[in-house]
């Protein structure tokens, strides 16, 4: 089991299911509260204030050990739960390092970076083609357009044709300006590369043959 975090000075929050609805509400908390939810199967309403029902997707018989687990990832970050007898536990569950996290941790990089060179050199993971940050939400966009495309109700057409407008004419013109940012502050200095990063090998030459056509 593992232990509490030290309490935070944030809103405590409260998970407990509505009597008028029958859904399991959550209410209270910041914005790194919010994200435990939503990470854990909690949909986001704002509606004068913020607050998070649990997602239908959830089967019934499934309901409590979800929002049990919800207050466990809450207690481990710090945070003073109130749960009724259905959502409380005593346990306290880690929360592991999100692709949000790890998004934000590049951009710390980038805003302690000693030179524009380092930022250049961490900006690698954003533009990358194929599979760098942006790339991957491309991908994620027209992922969306596609099951929307499914989906067959007229409305949704144009939800995808909306996915597909913003990949190509809102997340393009961003990896271009940032593809641009990247190779300017890679010439905007002569620095090397950041210490202890690696520059790839360059190719090997053949080996030269010999008179008897074997190579040395």
């Given amino acids: 089991m593992n232990k509490p975090a030290t309490p935070r000075k944030a809103p405590s929050v409260t998970v407990a299911r509505d009597i008028d609805t029958g859904r399991i509400i959550a209410r209270g908390g910041d914005g790194l509260a919010h994200g435990i939810l939503e990470r854990t199967f909690f949909l986001r309403e704002v509606h004068g204030a913020t607050w998070h029902r649990m997602s239908p997707t959830v089967l019934p018989a499934d309901q409590a050990a979800v929002a049990q687990l919800a207050v466990a990832r809450l207690q481990a970050a710090g945070y003073q739960v109130e749960a009724d007898a259905e959502c ?4 306290a569950q880690d929360r592991y390092v999100t692709d949000g996290r790890s998004i934000a941790n590049l951009a710390a990089a980038i805003r302690d ?10 900006l690698e993971e954003v533009t990358a083609a194929h599979d760098g940050i942006l790339a991957a939400l491309d991908q994620l966009l027209h992922s969306l357009a596609a099951v929307y495309d499914g989906l067959g109700r007229p409305a949704d057409r144009h939800v995808a044709a909306r996915m597909r407008y913003l990949a190509e004419h809102r997340l393009g013109p961003i990896t271009a300006d940032l593809l641009h940012t990247r190779a300017e ?4 200095t002569t620095a090397p590369a950041r210490p202890g990063t690696s520059l790839p090998a360059g190719p090997q030459a053949a080996p030269a043959p010999t008179a008897s056509g074997r190579t040395r």
């Fill in 185 to 188: 502050l890679a010439d905007h």
């Fill in 88 to 91: 409380a536990t005593p346990t």
């Fill in 113 to 122: 970076a000693a030179s524009p060179a380092e930022v250049s050199d961490r």
